[in-house]
């Protein structure tokens, strides 16, 4: 499929800007381009209530906010929000919109945290944080108006790489609980040699070059992103996993190891609903003032959210309501629970 015409006119209009690739400027300018996000995106929802708190981290205390949904009454289930950052740039602020919507459309406490970033505080250190804030939600769940029962992780592009990994984690640890993981265009793979890699290589917003210089940032040493933590894709295995939710971009240097993960999941006997939105490019979830199927991405996650956390029907058998119907399911042998279906979104 082509590009998408808004996503193809916000590429040229940042292009006759003079926007630079983010491997070409210094980290504080890097963070300071992170921010630019907050001009592409709509008017903040509505909400019940957002609090403001720090919680302590295993190094330093963490920001943290928490937005109630507009409707419903506790205790509500909840998911622990890991924003995207490359491990490098933005915060929570960014990730405002994004989380309210996501509050209200899956009826969800959200929990985003703000964890320390790299350079200065590489691998495994944003990750320890993630992982903290999760135990944090889990132990004061009472006092939250949270169900300990319903706690979900999710992040998008590193924070998918984040929440993935503390699903991991605490799979190993046996603890705490996760009951469901959204996962938009996850980093899983310390590895630049993909398809799409070679395909989206430049032109569209995030380049190889952008990924290599994230990874540098995130990485004490090249041989961490064998780390399973690190790089996901390379767990040995990925049985008992909480099911998951993967939303992939087709114009995305990350595209292949988005869907190879979600791959794996169901290849490991783990319900997973996987769409990739054509057209898209990445970080069209922090971008629906320009970008309309970023609201589309907000219902699609709600929705897979919501009927997660009050006992649906798994997701794995779930397609997109528009675009074509679901093209490859890539469980082996695993029944229902195991099969990725591939919807595509338009």
Not at 221 to 246: C, I, K, Q, T
Not at 316 to 333: E, I, N, V, Y
């Amino acid at each position: 499929m082509p590009i998408d015409p808004q996503a193809a006119a916000f590429i040229a209009a940042a292009n006759e800007s003079g926007a630079q690739p983010v491997e070409t400027l210094s980290i504080t300018q890097a963070r300071l381009s992170g921010m630019t996000y907050l001009d592409l995106q709509g008017a903040p929802e509505q909400v019940a209530r957002v609090e403001h708190r720090f919680i302590p981290g295993p190094t330093a205390d963490l920001p943290v906010r928490i937005y109630y949904p507009e409707a419903g009454e506790g205790p509500f289930p909840a998911i622990v929000w890991y924003h995207g950052s490359g491990w490098v740039i933005c915060n929570i602020e960014v990730n405002d919109v994004p989380a309210r919507a996501i509050a209200n459309r899956s009826g969800c406490v959200v929990i985003a945290v703000n964890y320390q970033k790299a350079p200065e505080h590489p691998f495994p250190v944003p990750l320890d944080d993630c992982f903290a804030t999760l135990q944090w939600t889990t132990e004061n769940a009472g006092r939250l108006g949270i169900d300990p029962d319903r706690i979900a992780v999710g992040g998008d592009s590193a924070g998918g790489n984040l929440a993935a990994a503390v699903a991991l984690r605490a799979n190993a640890e046996g603890g705490p609980a996760i009951a469901f993981q959204v996962l938009i265009y996850p980093v899983t793979n310390y590895a630049f040699d993909t398809e799409s890699y070679e395909a989206n290589a430049e032109g569209y917003l995030l380049q190889r070059e952008s990924m290599r210089f994230f990874w540098d940032q995130y990485l004490e040493s090249p041989s961490d992103g064998a780390n399973p933590y690190a790089s996901p894709l390379r767990a040995e295995s990925l049985a008992g996993l909480p099911p998951a939710f993967v939303a992939t971009a087709e114009f995305d240097p990350l595209l292949d190891e988005g869907e190879a993960y979600a791959a794996r999941l169901a290849d490991a006997g783990v319900g997973v609903r996987l769409t990739r939105y054509e057209g898209m490019v990445h970080g069209f979830f922090l971008m629906n003032g320009v970008l309309d199927t970023a609201e589309t991405l907000f219902d699609d996650a709600g929705s897979a959210l919501r009927g997660a956390m009050n006992g649906e029907r798994s997701a794995a058998t779930s397609r997109g309501r528009s675009g074509s119907d679901a093209q490859a399911p890539t469980g082996t042998g695993h029944g229902e629970r195991g099969t990725a279906v591939l919807s595509r979104r338009r």
